[in-house]
């Protein structure tokens, strides 16, 4: 299996700008997660879906994050209009189960730059 | 929602074991305790799970006293590719509680 792939690996825009990210979770699994990491706050869950449903979007920062699941292999997060603060790598994560406790499967993460 | 205490970083030599300590007070009786090891410029990788007494895989293993309000991620014979953040986190299965990774134990191995 590939793995969890996200795009673009890199992304440099202005403040401002929409930004998209993707994701395709590893084929058979139920459970995908986007997460946020900083030096500053570490890794934090930003949303996670199971069987293509939202179950907590608790940590989305605020109504500029939006994120989708149409079908289970493929998830976007999008952030408009994007701020400098919003600079950060983005991970996307999949799992075989409904918990959070199943293993997650990382995907190589996607470095945004908000200037 | 159970909060994770580890150490900010530790200090290590090739060939010795390490043991990595993580504080979870109020885990709950459904809870699984996960650590996770992350390169830079990687996501994180699965290592060890448990719910109590020892577990062990061909990496690591991991200790739970009966209390369960600790955990221990023991690293036997580290090298220098073992230098990584390791976190550890508490979720429980069926969901219901935001997942937490923490800032993590940033382990430094030399030679």
């Known amino acids: 299996d590939a793995g969890v792939i996200q795009s673009p690996r890199h992304e440099v825009t202005e403040m401002g700008q929409e930004v998209t990210l993707r994701c395709k979770p590893i084929s058979g699994h139920n459970s995908l997660f986007w997460y946020r990491q900083t030096m500053m706050r570490g890794l934090e869950l930003l949303i996670y879906f199971n069987n293509n449903v939202p179950i907590d979007d608790s940590g989305m920062p605020e109504d500029r994050f939006s994120a989708k699941m149409p079908n289970a292999s493929f998830s976007t997060l999008k952030i408009q209009p994007s701020e400098p603060r919003d600079s950060a790598v983005y991970f996307c994560?999949?799992?075989w189960g409904g918990g959070q406790a199943d293993t997650q499967y990382f995907g190589p993460g996607t470095r945004l730059t908000v200037l | 929602l159970a909060k994770t205490t580890q150490p900010i970083s530790m200090d290590s030599y090739e060939g010795q074991e390490v043991n990595i300590t993580c504080s979870h007070n109020n885990i709950a009786t459904n809870d699984y305790i996960t650590w996770y090891q992350q390169f830079p410029s990687q996501g994180p990788r699965f290592i060890i799970q448990g719910y109590k007494t020892k577990v062990t895989n061909e990496v690591a293993s991991l200790f739970i006293p009966a209390d369960r309000k600790s955990s221990t991620l023991s690293l036997p014979r580290v090298s220098l590719s073992d230098t990584a953040v390791y976190y550890c986190?508490?979720?429980?299965?069926?969901?219901?509680?935001?997942?937490?990774f923490g800032t993590g134990t940033q382990l430094k191995v030399e030679l």
């Open positions: 994560a999949s799992s």
């Open positions: 986190l508490v979720a429980r299965t069926g969901g219901g509680n935001k997942l937490t």
